[in-house]
């Protein structure tokens, strides 16, 4: 089973200013990883896909990169509904798919 | 526009089987070769894969889960199903399904809006 690691466990970052979210593999999984953002109440939402590639609707701001077993997601410039719960999920090798334990995005 | 959702009972009985019902809308269950996901968050945890199916009826599931899960399809509703077997306490989290995608983008989008599971007597 391939375990993914997110760092940090929350992040404080005042509006406005940039956000980078990691997330690590234990073994590669190509640029097979995708990025989502849950709010409270609400089920997630597929923000990146292919590591780098944004989802239907998903603005500017956002970015993903990193292949093999590193990958990062930037905020560029945060607004206030960008505050939630990230997620990201490999999907290289499965059974089964897993995802990271998750970052907060917090308001500083 | 492709939406899933999710129906079933929100209180199950340890020892019990919970089952569940994603309701897809906006297209066919069949039409392409995608996968169907399960997936769950305990409250205030972390996301779980439980298990995907083909739209063939091929099955996969998450080893920490397979001894007590089936999920199905039923093309002609619309419809797949989730039944997990001997639930406990550990088992109470928000269900969600979700489309998987096909070959090779088993990313998930959309998503069902969830539904909150309880397993207690």
């Known amino acids: 089973e391939i375990v993914m690691t997110q760092s940090p466990a929350t992040l404080s970052v005042s509006p406005g200013e940039r956000a980078t979210l990691s997330c690590r593999a234990s073994q590669s999984v190509s640029s097979d990883l995708a990025w989502y953002q849950q709010k409270p109440g609400q089920a997630p939402r597929l923000l990146i896909y292919g590591a780098s590639t944004r989802a239907t609707g998903i603005p500017a701001r956002f970015s993903g990169s990193g292949s093999g077993t590193e990958f990062t997601l930037t905020i560029s410039s945060l607004q206030s509904e960008d505050f939630a719960v990230y997620y990201c999920q490999q999907y290289n090798n499965w059974p089964p798919i897993t995802f990271g334990q998750g970052t907060r995005l917090e308001i500083k | 526009q492709l939406q899933l959702q999710e129906s079933g009972p929100g209180l199950v009985k340890p020892s019990e089987t919970l089952s569940l019902t994603c309701t897809v809308s906006?297209?066919?269950?069949?039409?392409?070769?995608?996968?169907w996901g399960w997936v769950r968050q305990p409250p205030g945890k972390g996301l779980e894969w439980i298990g995907s199916i083909y739209y063939s009826g091929s099955t996969y599931y998450n080893p920490s889960l397979k001894s007590r899960v089936t999920i199905s399809v039923d093309t002609s509703k619309n419809q797949f199903s989730l039944s997990l077997r001997s639930v406990t306490a550990a088992d109470t989290a928000v269900y969600y399904c979700a489309l998987e995608g096909d070959w090779p983008n088993y990313w998930f989008d959309p998503w069902g809006q969830g539904t909150l599971v309880t397993v207690s007597s």
């Open positions: 906006g297209g066919s269950i069949s039409s392409s070769s995608y996968y």
